[in-house]
């Protein structure tokens, strides 16, 4: 069974800091990685979706790493800022199967201004 | 588009009634997805359909859940009867599912969920 485990589960950085977020995942059978953000009391937004045969996928200010022989996918999120404060999933589609998402619990992220 | 569509945003019954939640996806999207989020258990997998069709719905807590597609743009996920620990916010999400694609292809996206509330 696929198990999806994201560190730190929060965190608190001021302004302007580059920061990293983790996801790991124990089956490697994956045939995408997908990130989201949620904002309190709101549905999932798509941030990046990364293919298996991908190793990142960049939009704006944010980067997403896949290391798929490892079970390991990181967000770097570069300038952060207040508007960034979120809680943020990463979830893994399987290869062959069930084709719905395992989501990690998620990184609940403050950015002090 | 206006993306995944789902009613009603908020709803609370008092347990034993029955619950309806409604979802509408994105125009073109051939799979359809039913989650629940807890904060106990963080988001689950209740159902999922391809081509209109259940596919797994292995994530259903008990026959008290069902669900429905009856063609490409409708979907419902009826509790009843509901009882307190049903509570939770239900999420759909669709996708274009096809191993044709690069990116963007089976990219999920979420609707705002519904909050239910059994008392």
């Known amino acids: 069974k696929q198990e999806v485990t994201q560190i730190p589960a929060a965190l608190s950085v001021p302004e302007g800091e580059n920061l990293v977020l983790n996801c790991s995942f124990t089956?490697?059978?994956?045939?995408?990685l997908q990130w989201f953000r949620q904002d309190p009391g709101k549905g999932l937004t798509s941030l990046l979706l990364?293919?298996?045969?991908?190793r990142e996928q960049t939009s704006g200010r944010l980067n997403a790493s896949l290391d798929k022989s490892s079970g390991r996918s990181t967000l770097y999120i570069a300038a952060s800022q207040p508007g960034d404060s979120a809680t943020y999933l990463c979830?893994?589609?399987?290869?062959?199967?069930?084709?719905?998402?395992?989501f990690g619990s998620g990184t609940r992220l403050q950015v002090q201004p | 588009d206006a993306g995944v569509i789902q009613s009603p945003r908020h709803e609370v019954t008092e347990m034993g009634q029955e619950v309806t939640l409604r979802c509408k996806p994105i125009?073109?999207?051939?799979?359809l997805f039913w989650y629940r989020q807890t904060m106990m258990r963080g988001l689950e997998l209740l159902i999922y359909?391809?081509?209109?069709?259940?596919?797994?719905d292995s994530g259903m807590p008990e026959d008290r859940f069902s669900a429905k597609m009856p063609n490409a743009s409708f979907s419902t996920l009826k509790i009843q009867p509901s009882e307190p620990r049903d509570s939770a916010v239900y999420f759909c999400a669709s996708s274009l599912a096809t191993r044709m694609g690069t990116s963007g292809y089976n990219e999920q996206f979420f609707g705002p969920g519904t909050r239910l509330t059994v008392l």
């Open positions: 979830a893994v589609r399987p290869d062959t199967g069930r084709r719905a998402l395992t």
């Open positions: 089956d490697s059978a994956i045939y995408n």
């Open positions: 990364i293919q298996s045969s991908q």
């Open positions: 359909f391809n081509n209109n069709v259940p596919i797994d």
């Open positions: 125009s073109g999207h051939n799979s």
